[in-house]
């Protein structure tokens, strides 16, 4: 990857996405949906793959947000553990997307403020 940094972070794209589209517990959905999605909204690197993609999905799975219920090569399926609600990060002034068992801790890596 290059230099590129997005005016959105990753993660939040991400949690946005699910939020949109997947916010389900029951959908299964895959890391190369998302994917699609953050390349129809331009807010990214050009240049990226779907493999520059797996650090944060294996981040969103870390967190509690969701679990891999299988892999075949690069692409991954999810699944939500809880259903994905927005709140408002006072700290950084972004709307922010966190499963109801995840910390209450935004995800915006250059944040980081309890919610």
């Given at each position: 990857?290059?230099?590129?940094?997005?005016?959105?972070?990753?993660?939040?794209?991400?949690?946005?996405?699910?939020?949109?589209?997947?916010?389900?517990?029951?959908?299964?959905?895959?890391?190369?949906?998302i994917f699609e999605?953050?390349?129809?909204?331009?807010?990214?690197?050009?240049?990226?793959?779907?493999?520059?993609?797996?650090?944060?999905?294996?981040?969103?799975?870390?967190?509690?947000?969701?679990?891999?219920?299988?892999?075949?090569?690069?692409t991954i399926w999810?699944?939500?553990?809880?259903?994905?609600?927005?709140?408002?990060?006072?700290?950084?002034?972004?709307e922010i997307y966190?499963?109801?068992?995840?910390?209450?801790?935004?995800?915006?890596?250059?944040?980081?403020?309890?919610?």
């Open positions: 990857m290059n230099a590129f940094t997005p005016s959105t972070p990753i993660q939040m794209q991400i949690r946005k996405i699910i939020f949109e589209k997947y916010n389900d517990v029951e959908i299964k959905f895959t890391n190369d949906e999605s953050i390349k129809q909204g331009k807010d990214f690197d050009p240049m990226w793959i779907i493999d520059d993609l797996e650090p944060y999905i294996i981040d969103i799975c870390k967190s509690g947000l969701t679990r891999n219920i299988a892999q075949n090569f690069t999810l699944k939500l553990f809880d259903p994905v609600k927005k709140h408002h990060c006072k700290s950084c002034n972004h966190l499963g109801e068992s995840e910390k209450k801790e935004c995800p915006n890596p250059s944040c980081n403020a309890p919610i």
